[in-house]
């Protein structure tokens, strides 16, 4: 069974970069079958997608946020990460990592960022 | 980008059964935006239900299903139970990016 397990500071000043690890466990982060997505979701409010990366290293990011977004791999830590950069008090949310491909389908718990001075 | 449409909110009776529908602003939902629905409870991560259009996990309840409806996606509840009160998202795959409809809060009532 596949388990991701988000880790990052909790707490971000405005306008540094947020920077978040998911840790995955259960199979390789590099086995073809899965992409790797990080997803948002601020208090009381519905998800919006991030962006994802698959194991080749190729990423796609939601156009909205996509100058500030980098998804990258770490084979050798089986993790995953992102980094958001320039960041505001509309970061705030509760930040989830999780495999999106047919079948294979695995959240993280979720991790609360909170952007403040 | 586009716009994935649901319904704010709806309600069912126990045991009665409702459809929640999840449409694009690009136009026809197909088989090719590899339609989820996502369940989530207060304080918990989502958990899948159905994916690409009608396939279940086996962790979900023979109750749900999931369709192509006109021009939308559907999810239908067969048999509301209390415990399906949650809010429930629909996700659909675009060439350039993946996009979350807004969320149906559902009540069971």
């Known amino acids: 069974q596949v388990q991701l397990q988000e880790s990052g500071p909790g707490l971000v000043k405005p306008s540094q970069t947020l920077s978040l690890t998911c840790t995955v466990s259960?199979?390789?982060?590099?086995?073809?079958?899965?992409?790797w997505n990080w997803i948002r979701q601020p208090a009381g409010e519905g998800l919006e997608w991030i962006g994802r990366?698959?194991?080749?290293?190729?990423?796609k990011y939601n156009p909205s946020l996509k100058s500030r977004v980098t998804i990258s791999l770490d084979t050798s830590t089986n993790q995953f990460s992102l980094k958001l950069n320039s960041v505001t008090a509309a970061d705030t949310a509760v930040y989830y990592c999780?495999?999106?491909?047919?079948?294979?389908?695995?959240w993280g718990q979720g991790t609360l960022l909170t952007v403040s001075s | 980008q586009a716009v994935v449409t649901q319904e704010p909110s709806l309600t069912v009776s126990p045991g009665g059964t409702v459809t929640l529908t999840c449409g694009s602003s690009t136009g026809a939902v197909t088989n090719g935006h590899f339609p989820y629905w996502f369940q989530q409870k207060p304080g918990q991560a989502p958990r899948t239900l159905i994916y690409d259009t009608s396939n279940k996990h086996s962790w979900t309840p023979a109750r749900f299903s999931g369709s192509l409806l006109g021009g939308k996606a559907a999810l239908t509840l067969s048999g509301a139970q209390p415990e399906d009160e949650a809010e429930y998202y629909c996700?659909?795959?675009?060439?350039?990016?993946?996009?979350f409809g807004g969320g149906t809060k559902l009540t069971v009532l």
């Open positions: 259960g199979d390789s982060i590099s086995n073809g079958n899965y992409y």
């Open positions: 999780a495999s999106i491909y047919s079948s294979r389908n695995y």
């Open positions: 990366i698959y194991t080749d290293g190729s990423t």
């Open positions: 996700f659909l795959s675009y060439s350039d990016a993946r996009v």
